[in-house]
T-cell receptor
């Protein structure tokens, strides 16, 4: 069953703008991860935030986690055309290692 | 750095045929996961193995089976293929000391006609 729900489902922005994607989940988690997928290709791990963390940065990426609301957000700053891809959040339930993926946000960055 | 290798990358089968997908994890990784991603859908966990033993099971159909071998590579066997099995099949690997991060392979695209 699907755990994470993401919004928006699709997002189109201009190069240089920031992109924010949100994810919600339902169960208790060990961590939440964000992955990127170019069309029909493999999943690339972007960033992981543990359940006891509230915010994490990696380059142009900023992830927040609110366990009380069971939600997370991914912010990509100063977007580039090369950021065009689908972005998925994935959670690992407490006591499990298998990932449950959200439905993904398709990001289109216009040059 | 070495990545997860999957073979074949593309596979076309007829209904009711069988297929075998292979996964070679990153060297020294001891845990392998299989995921299925249907067209326009999110990846769904199928099954995982740790040290050659099944460690977790997700939404894997009874027609599918998998195993992990002594060299840690894994194979997903799919029988009585159905049109709905057409999907991208991903393998991911992780190291027990770093269970949280899974590294995904490029996927095998299976098309069932």
């Amino acid at each position: 069953s699907q755990q994470g729900e993401e919004d928006p489902q699709a997002l189109s922005i201009q190069e240089g703008e920031n992109a924010t994607m949100n994810c919600s989940y339902k169960t208790s988690i060990n961590n939440l991860q964000w992955y990127r997928q170019n069309s029909g290709r493999g999943l690339v791990h972007l960033i992981l935030i543990r359940s006891n963390e509230r915010e994490k940065h990696s380059g142009r990426l900023r992830v927040t986690l609110d366990t009380s609301k069971k939600s997370s957000s991914l912010l990509i700053t100063a977007s580039r055309a090369a950021d065009t891809a689908s972005y998925f959040c994935a959670t690992a339930d407490t006591g499990r290692r298998a990932l449950t993926f959200g439905s993904g946000t398709r990001l289109q960055v216009q040059p | 750095a070495a990545g997860v290798i999957q073979s074949p990358r593309h596979l076309i089968k007829e209904k009711r045929e069988t297929a075998t997908l292979k996964c070679y994890p990153i060297p020294r990784h001891d845990t392998v996961y299989w995921y299925q991603q249907g067209p326009g859908q999110d990846p769904q966990f199928l099954i995982s193995f740790y040290e050659k033993m099944q460690s977790d099971k997700g939404s894997i159909p009874d027609r599918f089976s998998a195993q992990q071998f002594s060299d840690y590579h894994s194979e997903l066997n799919m029988s009585s293929l159905e049109l709905g099995d057409s999907a991208l099949y991903f393998c991911a690997s992780s190291l027990v000391l770093d269970l949280e991060t899974q590294y995904f392979g490029p996927g095998t695209r299976l098309l069932v006609l």
